[in-house]
Every structure is written in C-alpha cells, then in structure tokens.
C-alpha cells in the first residue's frame, strides 16, 4: 500500500515528513531520507491512537510493507516585509504547501479531523492535569515558553491559522488566559471546518499559500507536537 508523503526541509534546522493523506501523522529527520525512514514507525504509532479511541478504525494497516510516493518537496525559506528572500533571521518563514493541499476537504476527511482534533485536545489537557500554578508558570532552561505559554502558543497558533483564510474573529477578542483561548479558538476552528465541505479555497497571505486542508494539516501536527513537548518538559 502507498501513500503520499511531503517532505519539508528546513524547518527549524529539520526535516518533515507529512503523511499528506493522514493529518496528524508525521516525523522528523535530520534531513528528508531520515524523516521519511522515522514516518513508517510514526503512521503505526498514529494508526494505534486512532484504534485506541476508535473501536472500528478507519484506518487499517496493510500486510503488505508501507511504500511512500512523494507529493512534493518544500524548503523553507525566509522573507522580508517587501515579500523579498532574505537570510534575516526576525523575517517571516513561508512553511510548506503541497500538490495535495489544493484538494478541498470531503465530508469524511472532516469528520475524521474533528474527531483527532477532539482526541489530540484531550492529550494536551490531560498532559497538564494536577499542575500547579507555579509548575505551570516555571520557565526551562533553553526553552521559549513556559507549560502555559505553550499551552497560550497552541490557541494562538489555531487563531492565526484561520486568520490567514479570513475565518478568524478579531485579534483583541482572543483571551489572554491559555485554556480560555484554547476553548473559544477550538471553536471556531471546529465552525469553520464544518462549513469548508467541498471548498476550494487557495489563498495567498503574505508570500505563503493556504488551503482548508493545510489548516487542518498544521493544526493537528501542532497540537500534537507541543503535547509531546509538554511530556517532555514534564
């Protein structure tokens, strides 16, 4: 059985590799060979959080050894504010947009979505239960971001992820208190996903390329992502 994978290069110094047809399963490399040898174990690691929340999974793994067929290759690069390339490090990162990202979502990619982004909220929470104010609020060393911040950066993160399609609500009314934007963010993001059935919608926010299919993409990779971080901090 194949499936299609984007590689993206240089994304904090790493390679991606996106199981474009299953958001929320990825891996890492130090470049794109060893990010696509690490996805086989992630997609049998995703395929077993799917069973332990689905008993009748909609993702069944083949006998038959995994093949990956790449769908495109992106290296991340950094622009200035006249949209211009630069080296400087404070310019914007325009992150990957794949062939696959122009298919607008089906009704039951969506409804597959909203329930991994329902499972990988519950991780994130669960992954702070019981933490005090202080724990939660302790810094790291060599870390940007407290447990809170992340926990704020992730909200944040899904706010501006539906900004750059226009789906967002204004900036001043995010919450400043982490789980209250979670909560109201998860929600429109929710809202907006179950209107995007069918939509082809590509849109060009500076310098960089959006679809309903990459909000969903990077919210679940993200949300995901930082929880296995708060474990770790942990």
Known sequence: MTFQVGIENNNDGRSIAWALEHPGCFAYGANADEAVLNLESAFIKYAGWILR?????????????????????????TINDGLDKTADADGYSVESFFPYDWKPLPALEIKHGLAMLTWSREDL???????????????YPGER?????????VGGAEWWYLDQLGLAFP??????????????????????????????????????????????????WHERDHCEHIRKLL
């Open 53 to 77: 929340h689905e008993a009748q999974t909609w993702l069944n793994l083949p006998d038959a050894k995994i093949e990956f067929v790449i769908n495109g290759i992106w290296d991340v690069y």
């Open 125 to 139: 929470l669960n992954s702070v239960v019981g933490l005090s104010p202080a724990k939660s609020a302790a810094t």
């Open 145 to 153: 971001w407290s447990i809170n911040g992340i926990l704020g950066h």
């Open 171 to 220: 900036r001043e009314q995010v919450p400043d208190e982490p789980l209250a934007r979670l909560e109201i963010v998860r929600k429109q993001l929710v809202s907006a996903l179950l209107k995007l059935e069918g939509v082809q919608k590509v849109i060009g926010v500076s310098g960089e390329f959006w679809s309903p299919r990459k909000i969903l993409r990077r919210a679940l």
